[in-house]
């Protein structure tokens, strides 16, 4: 079997930003993936080694469940399509409408429940403790298994493997949005696959600070509440892997406000034609409209070094939305 995810296209755009940065800056695109986004490497990976496994045990009638802020969904949706597996997807009522439409047309079975992605999986286990014996469960948590952090981590090793640099020597860092970790485990798994040495900066907003509330009290936490613009980082939660990820001493992290989700949104589209979701947008305004944040977290770059930012995607946007966020941004 083939992953259902596909290599995506590492292009630099040093030249290509407002202002003009420290060192080089590289986009790595996973908004190509043909789910939408970054997703689909852990989802794809997730669901191909589950169906290798349920196979391997004689299972035939093997069927996927997810609960999501939206993108998790639609990656599982596709894989699922792609293995030909049945797929039921639980959203929270914050959910795009878009996003629902993309999910039927995937053919997935879509069931809307809960304030926020929590109360949406705890409703996902309810419903699996109740199937028919005869069904081959695949939950497909989106950010809190081995799996999805190793499917996620050949975002980086595609980058050598694929020949789109010919060394990490010079990458100093990697800038990716944070929900519940599952992204930013996969970067830390991918540099100590390839023995680097990069940092990562993590990226939440104020709005969904649970990696930041995390680290200040040393322990997980749960947010009792969830409002955002940033819907696919609205985790009450971290992973305890991110938490011990964040302990080896090769992470930054950086809050910033939704507005600047929704600003580096604007930018991105209107300087290179992109449309993200603000979850990926507030990664990509460090490079933006925010280059304030690059500076103080990679000091003394020089002129040949590179910042690799992960343009993550996400489906839960379009033209319509986009305006909306104009006149948001505007007001």
Known sequence: MDLPSIKTSFVEVTNKLPRKPPCKIYFKNEFEQPSGSFKLRGMGYLIYKSVEKARAQGKSN?????????????????????????????????????????????????IIYGKHWGEADNHLKELIKNLDNSIYPVYAHPFDDELIWQGHSQILTEIINEKQLDSFDDVKGVVCSVGGGGLYNGMIQGLNDLNSKAKVLAIETLQTPTFHET??????????KIETLSNSLGSPYMSKKSF???????????????LDGVQGTLDLHDLFGYKVEPACGVS??????????IEKNFQDLKPDDIIIILVCGGSGINDEIIDFYRQLVAS
Not at 65 to 81: I, K, M, P, Q
Not at 215 to 224: A, P, R, S, T
Not at 244 to 251: A, K
Not at 284 to 292: E, G, K, Q, S, W
Request: charge should be neutral; proline fraction near 1%.
């Open 284 to 293: 990509v305004a460090t490079v933006l409209h925010r280059l304030d944040i």
């Open 244 to 258: 011990e990820n964040y302990n080896l001493g090769n992470t930054k992290i950086e809050v910033l406000d939704d």
């Open 215 to 224: 680290i200040k009290v040393g322990k997980i936490i749960h947010l009792e």
């Open 62 to 110: 093997i069927e996927v469940f997810c609960s999501s802020g939206g993108n998790a969904g639609l990656a599982a949706a596709y894989a699922s399509a792609y293995y030909n597996l049945k797929c039921t997807v639980v959203l929270p009522i914050v959910s795009k409408k878009n996003v629902i439409e993309k999910l039927e047309f995937m053919g997935a079975k879509v």
